[in-house]
């Protein structure tokens, strides 16, 4: 069984950094892409940041692109999103999904498997 696994949330401040992880078992996905997307207190899921399979190619939201890098370790088998100068309209829930394809995606149809996500909260 596939199971996507965040970690990494919880309350900070705002102007502050946290580094989300995305962890999968039961297959690696080394050449998928992978996706992070986030649900803000009372509103849709909405995209955030996407990497291909080989880390060649990142795609950001624009409030993001800034602040927010993706990365992904292939030996590790791991997705990681360190977010710097964070602010309140950051918070949220964050999904990590994991793609059909290797190349990255803003689309949410185009990811198969999703984790339960992380909280992040950030204080003013």
């Known amino acids: 069984q596939v199971r996507v696994i965040e970690s990494g949330g919880g309350l900070v401040q705002a102007g502050t950094s946290l580094t989300l992880s995305c962890k999968t078992s039961g297959n690696t996905f080394s050449n998928n892409g992978v996706g992070w997307f986030r649900q803000p207190p009372g509103k849709e899921r909405e995209f955030v940041a996407s990497?291909?399979?080989?880390?060649?190619?990142?795609i950001y939201e624009d409030s993001v692109k800034d602040r927010f890098t993706i990365s992904r370790d292939r030996s590790m088998h791991t997705v990681s999103l360190q977010m710097s100068s964070l602010m309140p309209e950051d918070t949220a829930v964050y999904y990590c999904?994991?793609?059909?394809?290797?190349?990255?995606?803003?689309?949410?149809?185009?990811?198969?498997?999703w984790g339960n996500g992380t909280l992040v909260t950030v204080s003013s």
């Open positions: 999904a994991v793609a059909l394809r290797a190349s990255s995606s803003r689309v949410n149809t185009a990811y198969r498997y």
């Open positions: 990497i291909s399979w080989n880390g060649g190619d990142k």
